[in-house]
């Protein structure tokens, strides 16, 4: 495990922490990190969307394992949702980010190297149906959920508008066509899609480190401790104990199993940067859940 922190956990870790020491040191301020933040989410990230939706290979999936995956993130999701929206009364737009971070993980750029480096190369097939059911369902249907809530007096017209301009609606379509055309697709849209959404980790790493460091670390609000408790400790523990109820190989289990120990993935912060929403609660639990992650990932794979 020591070998898979120094290479690749660390390294991937260094993009938020660069961002963090150039807005402390007076280089970066957070309009620079909101002005970063778009290219993500009209490019970066929905490229990412094409390129995973588009390379899944769908006849390979365990579905068994994909649907209990997809149960418990749904329990959590909302479960968490409608604790900090009835209990800690938080905006409803913040609550719903928060449940989003509580069950959606960062999995392509965290998790995935650590399987590999244990399991090898088929690690990445198991992982394509959970990572294909986050890119193609949960984030674009959070984005469009998040703008209506945020859409304040919009007339339906404006509304339709919104939703028109929002680069998610199109990313999930556009990558199930070429995964249908396969090899008749035009291979230059999955080289542009693969070339662009290879930007997507470090950018919004990146502008998590540029947030951060505009807040106190030391001020961490019941939510953030919620958020990466439910993250943590109840999404594996959930996932775990339906997996055992069910027939799936070994390797699905194990693999979907660490895909539900990972930390709280950056896609919330995104959306919230996008919608303007608060997102100093969102970055902090990517932040804890990230540093505590280290510690469960090890224990699952040692």
């Not at 390294?11 to 040191?25: E, H, I, N, S």
Request: aromatic share 8%; hydrophobic share 60%.
């Amino acid at each position: 495990m020591l070998q898979t922190l120094a290479d690749p956990i660390l390294p991937v870790f260094l993009a938020l922490v660069t961002g963090y020491a150039l807005r402390k040191g007076g280089v970066m301020e957070a309009a620079h990190a909101a002005a970063i933040n778009k290219f993500a989410f009209y490019l970066a990230v929905p490229a990412l969307i094409v390129s995973v939706v588009g390379k899944a290979p769908i006849g390979d999936f365990e579905w068994a394992a994909v649907g209990v995956y997809f149960v418990v993130q749904m329990m959590l999701y909302l479960g968490t949702f409608a604790l900090l929206k009835i209990v800690l009364r938080l905006p409803t737009a913040e609550a719903l980010l928060l449940g989003m971070a509580a069950s959606f993980v960062n999995h392509v750029f965290f998790v995935l190297p650590i399987a590999e480096r244990v399991v090898g190369p088929d690690a990445g097939v198991p992982m394509a149906g959970l990572v294909m059911l986050d890119a193609g369902v949960i984030f674009p249907a959070t984005v469009l959920a998040t703008a209506l809530l945020t859409a304040k007096g919009e007339t339906r017209s404006g509304m339709a508008g919104l939703i028109l301009k929002n680069p998610f609606v199109y990313a999930s379509p556009i990558g199930i066509a070429l995964g249908l055309l396969g090899e008749a697709a035009p291979s230059g849209i999955m080289t542009f899609a693969e070339f662009a959404g290879a930007s997507a980790a470090p950018v919004l790493l990146f502008t998590l480190g540029v947030t951060l460091a505009g807040s106190s670390l030391a001020r961490i609000g019941p939510e953030v401790w919620i958020v990466t408790t439910v993250k943590l400790l109840v999404h594996p523990a959930l996932v775990g104990g339906l997996l055992s109820l069910v027939t799936v190989s070994q390797l699905t289990t194990d693999i979907t199993l660490l895909v539900a120990a990972g930390p709280c993935g950056a896609m919330p912060f995104v959306i919230a940067t996008q919608y303007g929403v608060r997102t100093e609660a969102i970055a902090k639990a990517v932040l804890i859940s990230t540093v505590l992650s280290i510690l469960s990932l090890a224990v699952l794979t040692a």
